[in-house]
């Protein structure tokens, strides 16, 4: 099976800008989760998307939102860009089948870099 | 709210020294515990603990889950240059999203 893939893998961006990264899940997971990673807060969880619905969310701010397709595929969104939005963004997805479920299997990450 | 702390923070062994890395946790309706390794970019699995899984064994690798003390010891035997990484621990607790610790950083010198 294939893995975990996102794009693209590294981002520029300015502030005030906004950015999209997508994931694709591991074929037939439709848990979807999101992860912020930097070097001082290290992996903070911002939401986590199952068969197009939002099951759960982080303690971030609105400007980061997201969402989920028919094909478990899933989108996030960070709207006015700060510096400190620079980070790794990692997304996870999970199997259906218990107890597979409470293992989640990670993408390679993408970097976004705001200047 | 759910913690979980992870010690040290950063360990320096020689090849061939065993290691043992601390993950302790305060979370409500516990459900499982997960280890995973990362060395570049996207950490990867390496064991889920569960209260019917409290021992989990692979290779050199080894984790245990002390569901009265809170905690579990990841250890690592013989360790290798390519055991150098950031070891994150993670709980899974009531609700869906996996918690982490701030991980142990892993160097490993010939």
């Known amino acids: 099976k294939a893995g975990v893939t996102q794009t693209p893998r590294y981002l520029i961006k300015t502030r005030g800008q906004q950015v999209t990264l997508s994931c694709s899940p591991i074929s037939g997971h439709r848990s979807v989760s999101w992860y912020q990673q930097t070097p001082g807060q290290g992996l903070q969880f911002l939401f986590e998307y199952f068969s197009e619905t939002q099951r759960n969310k982080g303690n971030f701010p609105g400007r980061f939102s997201g969402r989920q397709f028919s094909n478990s595929r899933s989108e996030m969104n960070v709207s006015t860009l700060e510096l400190g939005d620079s980070a790794l963004y990692l997304c996870a997805s999970a199997s259906d089948d218990y107890p597979s479920w409470d293992e989640q299997f990670f993408g390679p990450g993408t970097r976004l870099t705001v200047l | 709210e759910d913690k979980v702390v992870q010690s040290p923070l950063s360990l320096v062994v020689h090849e061939g020294d065993t290691v043992t890395l601390n993950c302790s946790y305060e979370?409500?309706?516990?459900?499982?515990l997960l280890w995973y390794k990362q060395e570049k970019k996207a950490p990867t699995f390496l064991f889920m603990l569960t209260s019917s899984g409290i021992e989990k064994k692979s290779g050199r690798l080894s984790s245990i889950l002390d569901k009265k003390e809170l905690s579990s010891i990841l250890n690592i035997t013989a360790t290798q240059t390519g055991d150098s990484a950031i070891y994150l621990c993670a709980i899974r607790a009531g609700s869906y999203q996996l918690t982490f610790g701030k991980g142990t950083k892993l160097s490993v010198i010939p």
């Open positions: 979370v409500t309706n516990f459900r499982s």
